[in-house]
């Protein structure tokens, strides 16, 4: 989901890219921009999680 559509040019590089120009400004754009990072950033925190549990054992 994160890079989905990959051609021409993954859809979350094109919102970053947006976001850096300041052209970001939709709520749709917005959302979009949130939606496609969830999965990643669940990922993130999952691992993270996973990580700090096997350096308690």
């Known amino acids: ?3 989905a559509p990959f051609t021409p040019m993954p ?5 970053f890219i ?3 120009e300041g052209s970001l400004t939709r ?6 921009l949130v939606f496609h990072l969830i ?3 669940l ?3 999952r ?3 996973m ?3 096997q350096g308690r054992r």
């Open 27 to 32: 709520p749709l754009d917005m959302f979009d």
């Open 18 to 20: 947006m976001l850096k």
């Open 47 to 49: 691992l993270i999680r």
């Open 11 to 15: 859809h979350v590089l094109e919102k």
């Open 43 to 45: 990922l993130a925190i």
């Open 1 to 3: 989901m994160l890079l």
């Open 39 to 41: 999965p990643a950033t």
């Open 51 to 53: 990580m700090r549990r």
